[in-house]
């Protein structure tokens, strides 16, 4: 899977509480990891679900992969996912691993292949269907049978790199050429930051082209900071709370 070349000029959103972002650049190679960087309520969820097509930005333009935001949303959304975003790919701590992955694979089968997909036989999409869940298990780093109970593991017993890790496997299961993964190194220890951006790094060498969300960016990627943002710190202000920027988050895909 190629990745596509992300590029941003005066992108900006106005929320409810005024502007989430404003003024963002970028310029960002296919198979680039590109990290938002920024304190907790800058505006980085925001930032991330605007450049993958989920919400739409108030100013300037962004081109993903040839479609223009803000006006091709529903073209970004089908060449980019998401995952780890809080109140959109939120995994049930009810369902086992096994589960998630089931239900993943069976929406991708619906509703993310083309009608020729549809009429193959039930044995050779049910091929396929496994033939994407064990990929995109390998490319996330994720070992079912490692886990306690194996793919039996209901969500609330796995570790947060192991919750991260699979939500990021429940992403690439639609092989999107833009993934965005939010709050990449939040609550983990040094050790554990590494081997997230090891992953995330992985990800790029295979060509996909990665957005992450950050409190520090490694060295090596592209960085994109939220929090020099003059209209932002004068209508949210550094005290904003992650639970504001989430609101907003919320509020605006429903709209776009």
């Keep these: ?42 505006g980085r969820t925001c930032l991330l679900l605007a450049l993958t ?8 333009t962004a081109v993903v992969g040839g479609a223009r935001l803000p006006k091709q949303l529903g073209a970004v959304r089908r060449m980019s996912a998401v995952a780890n975003v809080a109140g959109v790919t939120d995994l049930d701590p009810a369902l086992t691993v096994g589960e998630h ?39 996330a780093g994720l070992d079912r049978e490692a886990l306690p109970k194996g793919a039996r593991t209901a969500v609330r017993d796995l570790e947060r ?15 999107p050429r833009l993934l965005g993964v939010d709050d990449a190194d939040l609550k983990l220890s040094e050790a554990e930051r590494a081997e997230v951006w090891a992953l995330l790094r992985s990800l790029t060498d295979a060509g996909t082209t990665v957005l992450a969300v950050c409190g520090q960016a490694p060295d090596d990627a592209l960085t994109v900071s939220t929090d020099h943002e003059p209209a932002q710190a004068q209508s949210t202000g550094h005290g904003s709370t992650e639970s504001k920027e989430d609101a ?4 605006t895909p429903g709209r776009a």
């Design 1 to 42: 899977m190629h990745g596509v070349a992300v590029t941003a000029e005066g992108f900006g959103l106005r929320g409810p509480r005024g502007w989430t972002f404003r003024g963002v650049g970028l310029d960002a190679e296919p198979g680039a990891l590109i990290a938002v960087q920024g304190a907790s309520g800058s």
């Design 53 to 60: 097509g989920r919400m739409k930005a108030s100013e300037g």
């Design 101 to 139: 992955l089931r239900e993943r694979a069976l929406l991708q089968r619906r509703f993310g292949g083309s009608l020729r997909g549809l009429l193959r036989p039930r044995a050779e999409r049910a091929a396929e269907a496994r033939l994407r869940v064990d990929t995109a298990l390998t490319a």
């Design 161 to 175: 790199l192991e919750a991260l890790r699979l939500s990021v496997a429940l992403a690439l299961i639609g092989r």
């Design 248 to 251: 907003d988050a919320l509020a």
